[in-house]
């Protein structure tokens, strides 16, 4: 009885080994800003730990003029399919966090807002909108579909990712 309970013993030494590794191998891939690794937000609601994400279409708008940086704006449902298939491949995306934490103010959306301008085209999820810290909506940078011009797929990351290229040559201010 003593051999089996040394087995046992080695068994669960073996697993708690295994299970470490595991754990630090899934935080390997993930992207971690130049500053460093930050805490995660309750704001990024799994798009992206380690950006940060403004708290509401006013604020994204301020730090948009403020920081003269485009703004991403993502509209998706905690229970939508599509919006969770997205997210995966969004939040997994290293190219795209990097550039969105560079480049980018963020601001993710379970609900609608006032401003028209937000639904060119309907109201439905995930849909993603550019603003150009000019606060005019990039209507014409669009994902591939004519009947939900700004919805994207899991399959259209590196198309968004060539929308962010775009929406990052900034408008020329009217002054």
């Known amino acids: 009885s003593s051999c089996f309970s040394e087995s046992i013993k080695m068994i669960k030494a073996a697993l708690s080994v295994l299970l470490v ?3 630090m191998s899934s935080t390997f891939g993930k992207y971690i800003p130049k500053s460093g690794k930050r805490i995660p937000q309750t704001l990024s609601r799994g ?7 403004a708290q509401t279409y006013e604020e994204a708008l301020y730090w948009s003029r403020s920081r003269n940086k ?3 704006v993502l509209f998706h449902l905690d229970d939508c399919p599509h919006s969770q298939a997205l997210k995966k491949v969004f939040s997994e995306d290293n190219k795209l966090q990097k550039m ?3 480049d980018f103010i963020v601001l993710n959306l379970v609900y609608e807002t006032t401003d028209k301008h937000l639904s060119p085209d309907g109201q439905y999820v995930p849909r993603i909108i550019f603003v150009d810290p000019t ?7 669009n994902g591939r579909y004519s009947n ?4 994207y797929e ?8 060539r929308n962010m290229e775009a929406a990052k040559k900034l408008l020329k201010s009217e002054l």
């Open 100 to 102: 969105l934490d560079e």
């Open 135 to 141: 606060m005019t909506v990039r209507a014409d940078i």
């Open 21 to 23: 590794l595991v754990t």
């Open 148 to 151: 939900r011009m700004y919805a």
């Open 47 to 53: 798009w992206g730990d380690q950006l940060i994400w």
């Open 70 to 72: 485009p703004l991403m």
């Open 154 to 161: 899991p399959s259209d990351v590196d198309l968004l990712k």
